[in-house]
């Protein structure tokens, strides 16, 4: 990514804001990493703590121009963007049952864009609390991606990527996304419940081992992974109210043997470098 931003769609402050953040960058062009780690760096400048909850401050944190930053770092990182594609080209093939999209958190709006370049019959709403003046700016091209601030309807398919290990109750967000789809509708999930920055909070990191569990007692049906993406396609089979005591008794147990899995994952992970490296000898 270029150091210097110049774009007509920026705000003098913001544009002079994300040149000072690419400033504080290891190296150019920057990669995953340098963009992980700037992200940190504004989390704690903010003063934000991934173990005490404060919603200001976290609210602060995701208002930040460098979400702006790694909107702009997805739509030319060639994993992310093949990730995007992915997920658009799986909706594309089934458009036979999917005309509206719910894109749930989808912060810069590129995957709806691109849903909606393979597809000008789909309608893409964006749900997303901090669309920036770029992203607007970017979907007046396009008649069918809006953003919203509500959730008033029900849609074919959902869309999530990379959302709900940001948030102190995702099964409660789950829940809210799953009554967002219509019966026999679809459900594109990607998770990364792993602490590679700061605002992936360690208590939804349980769910790394159990999320497949929750979905399926929230109605849904595990059809299988996108290919090309870390993303699972999931489809509503069921629409009856949620048992919240089972739900959390269950979330409880995930919690319970969470590091008891995460140890005999990293022992086995060990374990197997060795066996391979002795092998290799």
Request: hydrophobic share 40%; glycine share 4%; aromatic share 10%.
């Amino acid at each position: 990514m270029k150091k210097n931003i110049d774009s007509p769609n920026l705000s003098d402050d913001i544009q002079l804001e994300i040149e000072k953040i690419l400033l504080d960058a290891e190296r150019q062009p920057i990669e995953v990493e340098e963009i992980w780690q700037l992200m940190d760096d504004v989390w704690d400048s903010l003063g934000c703590n991934n173990i005490k909850n404060e919603p200001e401050k976290v609210s602060l944190f995701y208002g930040h121009p460098v979400w702006l930053l790694n909107g702009l770092f997805i739509e030319q990182h060639n994993v992310s963007i093949l990730h995007r594609h992915a997920i658009a080209d799986w909706i594309n093939v089934n458009n036979n049952d999917i005309i509206s999209v719910l894109d749930y958190g989808g912060g810069f709006g590129t995957l709806a864009r691109l849903i909606a370049d393979k597809n000008q019959e789909v309608v893409v709403d964006i749900y997303e609390p901090h669309p920036s003046q770029l992203a607007l700016e970017k979907l007046k091209a396009y008649s069918n991606v809006k953003f919203i601030s509500s959730l008033k309807k029900q849609y074919d398919c959902l869309v999530c990527t990379d959302v709900l290990e940001h948030v102190p109750d995702p099964l409660s967000l789950l829940a809210e996304m799953i009554e967002s789809v219509k019966i026999d509708g679809y459900l594109v999930i990607a998770n990364c419940f792993y602490p590679v920055i700061k605002c992936h909070l360690p208590e939804t990191f349980h769910l790394r081992y159990s999320f497949n569990q929750f979905t399926t007692l929230m109605g849904l049906d595990t059809i299988g992974s996108c290919n090309g993406s870390h993303a699972t396609i999931y489809k509503k089979i069921r629409q009856e109210p949620i048992n919240w005591k089972k739900i959390r008794t269950q979330e409880k147990i995930s919690k319970a043997v969470f590091p008891f899995l995460s140890m005999s994952q990293s022992t086995y992970q060990a374990l197997k470098s060795i066996f391979l490296q002795t092998h290799k000898n």
